[in-house]
């Protein structure tokens, strides 16, 4: 039996089409995403599948849509028999993750995403937050020169070595990329709407934190590696509170990739829209091997390797 960790992607990799492929040939999916619909209100699934993209990108939509899609996919491959040894999501995927271990029910996840991604948009007004990647440098050299600047601005992701990004007020985040540009490689400001994973999104974190009161949460089958310590998580109590810090805190995903290849793991396997964490995952471990299954042709790849020597 092969050992395989499964990763779920964040905000950033929605677009327009997403899922339609599996949705049109499983039964299976179409449920799924029919009931995520009811439980929203509104037909998330005609958003993700014609647009207009400008609706689907905003955050209250991105999350619960790349949510769907990640769980439809983690869905088929148990229907198959096929379970991680332990699991991680970058920032929003986190939730994909947890429901791929137990922890939360699918529909519950997709409700609670979208009011995350409301609170998240609500947090800081919309044009005065920023995020910036900084390539080149480590943590240390980073935290160094965001010392030196006026404002809010904290490091919010360790992606892999030599690319972090940090986030806050943009004045700050843009003070920052100046100080950094000469001894970074280069600084690159992200398109996205608010200063995540920053200070800024405490407001936020505060009135998730009812939601998730809310909400039922399970102690995990599988280990969930956490975003704020990089370590594994069963425990239900630990998880509603690491959710909460994860708004404010760094994605520590580089560290998670370094626990997974300590754990022994034969592959690295990315569910969902985009590619993103397949490639950190070759920066961080060259020589592990990684899957990315987003439509039902890498899915029957994966199933394949999978299943070699089975029989």
């Given at each position: 039996m092969?050992?395989?960790?499964f990763?779920?992607?964040?905000?950033?990799?929605?677009?327009?089409g997403?899922?339609?492929?599996?949705y049109?040939?499983?039964?299976?999916?179409?449920k799924?995403?029919?009931?995520?619909?009811?439980?929203?209100?509104?037909?998330?699934?005609s958003?993700?599948?014609?647009?207009?993209?400008?609706?689907?990108?905003?955050?209250?939509?991105?999350q619960?849509?790349?949510?769907?899609?990640s769980?439809?996919?983690?869905?088929?491959?148990?229907?198959?028999?096929?379970?991680?040894?332990?699991?991680?999501?970058?920032?929003?995927?986190?939730y994909?993750?947890?429901?791929?271990?137990?922890?939360l029910?699918?529909?519950?996840?997709?409700?609670?995403?979208h009011?995350?991604?409301?609170?998240?948009?609500?947090?800081?007004?919309?044009?005065?937050?920023?995020?910036?990647?900084?390539?080149?440098?480590?943590?240390?050299?980073?935290?160094?020169?965001?010392?030196?600047?006026?404002?809010?601005?904290?490091?919010?992701?360790?992606?892999?070595?030599?690319?972090?990004?940090?986030?806050?007020?943009?004045?700050?985040?843009?003070?920052?990329?100046?100080?950094?540009?000469?001894?970074?490689?280069?600084?690159?400001?992200?398109?996205?709407?608010?200063?995540?994973?920053?200070?800024?999104?405490?407001?936020?974190?505060?009135?998730?934190?009812?939601?998730?009161?809310?909400?039922?949460?399970?102690?995990?089958?599988?280990?969930?590696?956490?975003?704020?310590?990089?370590?594994?998580?069963?425990?239900k109590e630990?998880?509603?509170?690491?959710?909460?810090?994860?708004?404010?805190?760094?994605?520590?995903?580089?560290?998670?990739?370094?626990?997974?290849v300590?754990?022994?793991?034969?592959?690295?396997?990315?569910?969902?829209?985009?590619?993103?964490?397949s490639?950190?995952?070759?920066?961080?471990?060259?020589?592990?091997?990684?899957?990315?299954?987003?439509?039902?042709?890498?899915?029957?790849?994966?199933?394949?390797?999978?299943?070699?020597?089975?029989?």
């Amino acid at each position: 039996m092969k050992k395989v960790a499964f990763v779920f992607p964040g905000q950033g990799s929605q677009k327009v089409g997403m899922g339609k492929e599996m949705y049109d040939s499983s039964a299976q999916v179409r449920k799924l995403f029919d009931e995520a619909d009811e439980t929203l209100g509104y037909s998330l699934t005609s958003l993700m599948f014609e647009g207009p993209e400008e609706e689907l990108t905003k955050t209250e939509n991105a999350q619960p849509a790349l949510l769907l899609v990640s769980v439809a996919i983690d869905q088929l491959l148990k229907e198959e028999g096929i379970s991680p040894a332990m699991t991680a999501g970058h920032s929003l995927g986190e939730y994909s993750a947890l429901v791929s271990s137990g922890s939360l029910g699918s529909l519950e996840a997709v409700r609670l995403v979208h009011n995350r991604g409301k609170l998240m948009e609500e947090a800081y007004p919309s044009g005065k937050g920023a995020m910036s990647a900084v390539l080149g440098l480590s943590v240390e050299e980073i935290q160094e020169e965001l010392e030196h600047v006026d404002g809010v601005v904290n490091v919010a992701n360790i992606n892999c070595p030599g690319q972090i990004v940090i986030s806050g007020d943009k004045p700050a985040v843009q003070s920052a990329g100046e100080r950094l540009q000469d001894k970074a490689k280069r600084v690159m400001p992200l398109n996205v709407s608010g200063p995540f994973h920053s200070d800024l999104m405490k407001p936020a974190a505060d009135d998730f934190e009812d939601h998730l009161h809310k909400a039922t949460v399970r102690d995990a089958e599988i280990p969930v590696y956490a975003n704020v310590t990089a370590a594994p998580v069963t425990e239900k109590e630990e998880i509603s509170r690491l959710l909460v810090e994860q708004l404010y805190s760094p994605v520590r995903f580089q560290e998670t990739i370094e626990a997974f290849v300590n754990e022994g793991v034969d592959a690295v396997v990315e569910i969902g829209e985009g590619k993103v964490l397949s490639g950190l995952v070759r920066k961080v471990a060259r020589r592990m091997k990684t899957f990315q299954i987003n439509n039902e042709e890498s899915l029957e790849t994966f199933i394949n390797w999978y299943r070699e020597g089975e029989k």
